[in-house]
């Protein structure tokens, strides 16, 4: 139920609500496995739908899915509903896309090398720090020429050509080792086999695409299909870091609104942050930080407040607990740091109550009209007005027959990028060595072979010189990156 105060999202001491105007200062829904996490998550979801904001969500269970078609009332949910003292409770479904990264069970979402940058792809791929330099001087190399590179063909490419040519570029770029270019290739062959060749090319997914309503107003909740992509967690957790990326360098400056122009819900948070470098979770925490400016709200799904960093978690103002456990030392310190980032309400014992909690009850804070978080209140979450669980096959394909994108991404295409520039390059180079060649006097067999292996590495300087001149004579074409290396719009 939505109403003037805000969503409303359950009954405490008194009505809970969210206030949209500071939807986008972020939240956190956290709880152990089974305690409600997916409900609170469906209930913000749909009420963000029905306020016109779009939202962007991951379904890990495969479970989601059901936002999309209308509710039923059953004993519990009547229950529920007499508790909270909610008499005027429809049911009715939210607009709804499924996304795919395979392009299997939805509408194909990908971008290209180019886009994503180094510095997620060298999370994805698991490099080194010396790996990293390497795909780094590609990027810049490719960056500085203004050749795009939209697939893994054109990436192999590249670092190939690097690798013959690593002393022309190395005064330029740095050194270049050929066994690190080795590992780089042997890495994107193994995402390769993941499926990653089907995410990176074109047409490259719009971020637009996601920010619609429908015909009443209501916002377009788009559904990324993850039940199977989160057994790759690196591509899982660094595709979504991509996808912040890339809003908060495509969208502009809104200021203050009265609702976020875009919820993007990141659930199984941990992934983003486990193993992750210092540099990276400083990107992360300022991408976090500036990115509700663009009137982006984020929301973290996890199980305790302690898989998300100090730096990050202090940015989330509205909260949803629900019950944790402490069977462990790690257990207890979870519900320790849970409660303490609560405002304490004299009525609660928060720490207690946190481990007392029963199936769809929770602690919430939110952040009210003076910007402050609410004291924490003890809350019954109310049921969604969709149906609860996932769609069977002949709906879902109903979804798909009937979205605004049917069959805009289906087909692949291939236009000329940096593995067919290069080979033109060398083509061209190779032509213009053999016609200088053809010039020469006849010189005896001996002399022919070793004149030939010379020609040969003169192709491959001379092709080396040109591509290293025109980098520093093409500035006008310089593709220039934001701070998690996207390509700046």
């Known amino acids: 139920m939505t109403e003037t105060a805000g969503i409303l999202l359950g009954q405490g001491d008194e009505r809970v609500y969210l206030n949209p105007r500071f939807a986008n200062r972020h939240g956190l829904i956290a709880g152990a496995t089974g305690t409600g996490k997916t409900v609170s998550l469906q209930v913000l979801a749909e009420s963000f739908s029905r306020l016109g904001v779009p939202v962007f969500m991951a379904d890990i269970k495969g479970d989601l899915t059901g936002i999309s078609q209308p509710g039923r009332l059953n004993t519990r949910v009547e229950e529920r509903l007499k508790q909270l003292g909610i008499q005027d409770h429809t049911f009715e479904g939210c607009p709804t896309v499924i996304w795919d990264l395979t392009g299997e069970r939805g509408h194909p979402i990908r971008t290209t090398i180019s886009e994503m940058g180094p510095l997620l792809l060298a999370r994805l791929l698991e490099l080194n720090d010396t790996q990293e330099g390497i795909l780094n001087i590609a990027f810049k ?24 040519n690593a002393s022309q570029f190395q005064n330029s770029y740095g050194t270049i080792s050929s066994a690190s270019i080795g590992a780089i290739q042997r890495r994107l062959l193994v995402l390769e086999q993941q499926g990653g060749e089907k995410f990176f090319g074109e047409p490259a997914i719009n971020l637009l695409d996601f920010i619609r309503t429908d015909a009443r107003g209501y916002g377009q909740v788009n559904i990324l299909a993850a039940d ?5 967690p690196k591509l899982y957790s660094t595709f979504l870091l991509w996808m912040l990326s890339e809003l908060f360098e495509t969208l502009p400056e809104v200021g203050d609104l009265d609702k976020p122009k875009l919820v993007f819900f990141f659930d199984e948070a941990h992934l983003l942050f486990t193993d992750a470098p210092k540099s990276l979770v400083t990107k992360v925490e300022q991408v976090v930080k500036l990115i509700r400016s663009k009137g982006v709200g984020v929301y973290f799904i996890t199980q305790t407040p302690l898989d998300i960093p100090e730096s990050v978690l202090g940015q989330l103002g509205n909260r949803v607990q629900h019950a944790l456990r402490a069977f462990t030392p790690r257990d207890q310190k979870a519900v320790k740091t849970a409660a303490e980032t609560f405002r304490a309400n004299p009525k609660l014992n928060t720490a207690q109550v946190i481990m007392e909690m029963g199936v ?10 003076n910007g402050t978080p609410s004291v924490v209140q003890r809350t019954l979450i109310t049921p969604p007005h969709s149906q609860i669980g996932p769609i069977d096959d002949a709906t879902w394909q109903a979804l798909l027959r009937s979205s605004p994108y049917a069959g805009r991404y289906d087909v692949m295409i291939d236009r000329e990028s940096a593995y067919e520039v290069l080979q033109a390059r060398a083509q061209q180079v190779a032509a213009q060595a053999q016609a200088t060649k053809e010039q020469k006097p006849t010189r005896r067999q001996a002399t022919k072979e070793t ?12 092709f080396a010189k040109n591509l290293a001149r025109s980098a520093g004579t093409k500035l006008g074409q310089q593709i220039m990156r934001g701070i998690l290396g996207s390509i700046f719009k």
């Open 141 to 164: 190399l490719a960056d500085d020429e203004g050749i795009l590179l939209l697939d893994m063909k054109d990436l192999r490419a590249m670092l190939q050509y690097l690798g013959e």
């Open 228 to 232: 199977r992509l989160v057994n790759s």
């Open 360 to 369: 769809g009850e929770a602690l919430v804070s939110t952040l009210q009209d």
């Open 451 to 462: 004149s030939l292996t010379d020609s040969l590495q003169e192709v491959g300087e001379a």
